[in-house]
């Protein structure tokens, strides 16, 4: 028992760790090369996978002859669907929504191909040079079919069918009512309508999808290493598809390069790969070269939108509708189906305003492109950008000020608890605090004035807003995904001190560049009373937890943080009874700190590491019954989740030479509620609001009429650098939240706030020529046909 | 066919006999087990695989492992140590330049060569000569934020 650490009794109460800028845990292995991602394993005497995959958007596959890429040096093996397909049973994206057809999920392409990029034929070799060079010997024999790439000729009924078993290309229709939203609006004083359209994006995290399938033949077992951010998902459906048990099926996913959505389903080749694996005994690896990463990984965002806001003679907003149809591509994912993206459009187009009628209603629909699947924000930056661009066209029209419209609606502090028309309720968050925050940090009456003096000297100078909030950290009661049988309302945190003292705590979620090693163990820290240093997160590894999903859905800090925080308390109880043995003193007066138990107000004190030696090491301390061992586990539900809003504002200058949009100035006011990190919720702002205004501005998947990806290279598909990103400013309304902990989700909204933003400051530089933004992108090329159209009937 | 190439890595002379196709990115990945240089796109445009060879930073995934004999390579490696970072990834860590980590090797590389060579007196000259770094992650800012301070470090040390 050691005396006097200096722990005094007034810094018992506080936070030590939630709220400070604490640098990450996981950077000096990521600045030194330490770090290990999919692509760096090295299993014993692995061999490498390569694909053959379609050049055809929708064929039947006649024939294939692989003779000659068998014969080929150093191949092992080559697998057809055909091959494999008494080997695992496929994997269907179920839902208990209506009006909804599962496409299942194979490994290869089996019977016909559905896009550009689809993998048709596996070759197994040495290395990958010699696989690829075997893929060019293989001849496949195809029929084409009819194309269908625009959603809505595929919605036709006499259009080609992707799947025949559904009878249909709509994959998905759904349709969301409150009051007679069209009545209101015939009614209204004013309103405003438009046909907005997203295009194609690509999430396109920096390290390509990864697997490696590494087989133990002692154990009958197989371990994934996979670049996934939903492991606990891959395990459980590759468990019942391969009819593996978990004990001998583990999925990890170790260092992460990105997701953003893109390595949130589960993949043809991570079924392809441990199917494989099994069947040759040996460990296999993959990782997809840039050109196939984009071209067959999840894509997203890809809808048309057409949408009236009804207005009363004040700007207050009566009634929305809108009817969405979404380009989901030729599969529907596991386990988010093709409705996540498309319906989270019309659940979230009424955002953070009080309109009292809405219809909304959405198709998904099929089309010969990749599938599409979560996109940082899922659906609701193309709501946002809809229901954002209509309160800008109100204010227009009304003579109102974009600040001043948004006040007028935006749910106020004292009506929360508030169910939105399309049914989601907003918790208690700072939606008017944001607003108003924005405008103070950007000078917002000083920007209107620079305004002035710019477009009187005939400059395109323009000030965006954009406001919206969105649901994280989502319980049980609410399913990610609409209808989706799995749950995805719990996580669970396993804390446990060993023999030695050290503290190890296990997750199921799964970090990809959010820094949850860090984020988590600075909630133990101040939960457990334990040192900061002395805390390893391991995280990401099905075999940690009993069952876990994963990181996405803005979650983590809210499940993972609420999980980490009661079984912090458990454990800290557990410390506190063993303390009271070894120090003589009743629990209550026991206070645990910094890796230390005292007796309050005393100078007698225990290390954690003593009291771990007390417990499983020296026998004669405590009696056989108080050697409770020092391990505890919570599963955390939130129920419902929790609300995040943000407000963000954009000022662009646009150069009419280039039609080049130069973003001047970025301000975000968000609420996440207790910040864990600032370093790293303001970084995640940074980086989501890069990514939207990529999607504002820059990125777009272009597919021909024929199907054939035109963008597949990063010369194509165009993501920004250093230089098109502007200094984002962030400033933070830490209102408070119900769930464990008062943290909110962050993660996603960045990008949900910046398309809107950039699209509203560009209609704004524009409004002297009369020009309304309804299409995103707004590449130069768009821009300077928009200005010559408006130009020309400006001289009519 | 292979041919017979001698590099110096890190300060660590290394030979082998390599085939004339295959990338320096894979030699130092697959062949040397040095991983901690990535591959992000395999056509020059991402950054992630960058090095330095003899003074000057260079895409490894454009370069054959032949036209690297008898060259002197730097990689992430080379740098510091997880218990000694160098300067600049020391600001890496106290700015929050790194996110996922998978674009950090080729940012660092890049970063060094940019304060060997450039004054970077200002934020556009950083952001620049990141240009040809692409990081989904971090919005660049935190990352411009890390190679400024590196550079205010250095204009102090160097007279
Ligand atoms: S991997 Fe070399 S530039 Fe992208
Ligand atoms: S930190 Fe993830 S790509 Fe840059």
């Known amino acids: 028992m050691s005396k006097g650490d200096s722990v005094q009794p007034a810094d018992l109460l506080r936070p030590r760790h939630v709220g400070q800028p604490i640098r990450r845990t996981e950077d000096p292995r990521l600045l030194t090369g330490n770090g290990e991602y999919t692509a760096d394993r090295k299993p014993d005497r692995v061999l490498h996978v390569a694909f053959r995959r379609s050049e055809q958007a929708h064929a039947t596959i006649v024939a294939i002859d692989t003779a000659q890429a068998r014969a080929a040096p150093g191949v092992v093996a080559v697998f057809t669907a055909e091959d494999v397909a008494e080997l695992y049973k496929p994997i269907i994206p179920v839902s208990r929504m209506a009006n909804y057809y599962a496409t299942p999920i194979v490994a290869l392409a089996t019977g016909k191909v559905r896009y550009v990029g689809e993998a048709v034929v596996a070759v197994i070799a040495e290395d990958r040079y010699l696989a690829e060079d075997a893929l060019e010997l293989i001849e496949i024999d195809y029929a084409p079919l009819g194309v269908v790439t625009d959603p809505e000729d595929a919605a036709a009924a006499d259009a080609p069918l992707l799947h025949d078993e559904a009878g249909t290309n709509v994959l998905v229709a759904r349709e969301f009512k409150k009051g007679d939203a069209a009545a209101d609006i015939a009614a209204a004083h004013t309103s405003v309508r438009g046909r907005f359209r997203m295009t194609r994006k690509a999430p396109l995290a920096m390290e390509p999808r990864s697997y490696c399938a590494e087989f133990d033949g002692r154990r009958e077992a197989i371990t994934l290493y996979t670049s996934s951010n939903i492991p606990g998902i891959v395990r459980d459906a590759l468990a019942e598809s391969l009819d593996l048990p978990g004990s001998r099926l583990r999925v990890v996913a170790p260092d992460v390069g990105g997701s953003f959505g893109s390595k949130g389903s589960l993949y043809p080749e991570e079924i392809l790969l441990c199917v494989a694996a099994r069947k040759l005994r040996r460990s296999l690896k993959w990782t997809a070269d840039r050109l196939e990463d984009i071209a067959s990984s999840s894509q997203s965002f890809a809808e048309t939108i057409e949408a009236e806001l009804g207005f009363d003679a004040d700007g207050v907003a009566v009634a929305l509708q809108a009817d969405v149809t979404g380009d989901v591509g030729a599969y529907s994912i596991y386990p988010w189906t093709c409705a996540l993206e498309p319906v989270q459009v019309v659940s979230f187009l009424p955002g953070p305003y009080k309109i009292k009628s809405y219809r909304g209603a959405v198709r998904g629909v099929a089309t010969s492109k990749p599938p599409t699947g979560p996109y940082r924000g899922v659906g609701r930056p193309i709501s946002t950008f809809v229901t954002e661009r209509l309160m800008d066209m109100a204010a227009k029209a009304l003579g109102i000020d974009p600040l001043e419209i948004r006040r007028r609606n935006l749910v106020r502090d004292d009506e929360f608890p508030y169910r939105i028309a399309s049914g989601i309720i907003w918790d208690r968050t700072g939606f008017v605090a944001c607003l108003d925050a924005a405008a103070e940090a950007a000078n917002y009456a000083a920007l209107r004035q620079q305004q002035a003096a710019a477009r009187a000297a005939g400059r395109w100078f323009g000030i965006g807003l954009s406001s919206y909030a969105e649901l994280t950290g989502i319980g049980s009661r609410i399913a990610v995904a609409p209808g989706m049988p799995i749950n995805t309302g719990s996580e669970t945190a396993k804390i446990r001190i060993d023999s030695t003292g050290a503290i190890t705590a296990t997750f199921g979620v799964a970090s990809h560049g959010q820094g949850l090693e860090t984020t988590l163990a600075q909630v133990i820290a101040d939960d457990l009373g334990a040192r900061f240093d002395d805390i390893r997160v391991v995280q990401g590894d099905s075999d940690g937890v009993p069952m876990s999903t994963g990181t996405y859905a803005s979650r983590s800090a809210v499940l993972g943080g609420g999980a980490a925080k009661h079984a912090s308390v458990l454990l800290r109880e557990k410390i506190k009874r063993v303390a009271s043995h070894l120090l003589e003193a009743a629990v209550d007066d026991i206070d645990v700190a910094n890796g230390f138990a005292r007796v309050a107000g005393t100078d007698r004190t225990v290390s954690f590491k003593q009291v771990a030696k007390a417990v499983y090491s020296d026998m004669k301390t405590l009696p056989v019954e108080a050697r409770e061992e020092l391990e505890a586990s919570y599963t955390y539900d939130p129920i419902n989740g929790t609300t995040a809003c943000a407000t963000h504002l954009a000022a662009v200058e646009i150069d009419p030479a280039s039609c080049f949009v130069k973003v001047l100035k970025y301000v975000v006011a968000e609420d996440c509620g207790r910040i864990i990190n600032p370093m790293i919720v303001d970084g995640q702002v940074h980086g989501g609001v890069a990514q939207g205004i990529g999607a504002a501005l820059y990125e777009e998947m272009i597919y021909d009429d024929t199907g054939q990806l035109l963008s597949a290279s990063l010369v194509d598909y165009v993501i920004p650098s250093a230089v098109e990103i502007p200094h984002i400013d962030v400033v933070h309304i830490e209102s408070e939240s119900a769930v464990a902990g008062g943290f909110r989700g962050m993660g996603e909204g960045g990008t949900i706030g910046a398309p809107a933003a950039i699209a509203n400051a560009i209609a704004d530089a524009l409004a002297p020529l009369g020009i309304d933004v309804f299409e995103l992108p707004v590449t130069p090329e768009r821009l300077f046909r928009l200005i010559e159209i408006a130009r020309s009937q400006q001289q009519q | ?159």
Do not use: W
């Not at chain 2, 004999?69 to 990689?75: E, N, P, S």
């Not at chain 2, 040809?132 to 160097?158: D, F, H, M, P, S």
């Open chain 2, 1 to 159: 066919m292979t041919i017979d190439i001698t590099v110096t890595i890190n300060g660590r002379l290394y030979r082998a006999s390599v085939e004339p196709r295959l990338l320096l990115s894979d030699f130092l990945r697959d062949t040397l087990g040095l991983t901690g240089t990535h591959v992000g796109c395999e056509h020059g445009v991402c950054g992630a695989c960058t090095v330095i060879i003899d003074g000057d930073s260079v895409r490894s995934c454009l370069t054959l492992a032949v036209r690297a004999d008898g060259a002197t390579i730097t990689t992430v490696e080379g740098l510091g140590t997880p218990e000694q970072l160098n300067a600049l990834q020391h600001q890496f860590r106290e700015c929050h330049g790194l996110q996922c980590g998978f674009c950090t090797p080729g940012m660092l590389m890049t970063g060094m060569d940019l304060l060997k060579k450039y004054p970077l007196a200002t934020d556009d000259q950083i952001r620049e000569g990141l240009s040809g770094n692409l990081c989904r992650c971090t919005g660049y800012q935190n990352i411009v934020a890390a190679i400024r301070a590196a550079a205010a470090l250095r204009n102090e040390t160097t007279p």
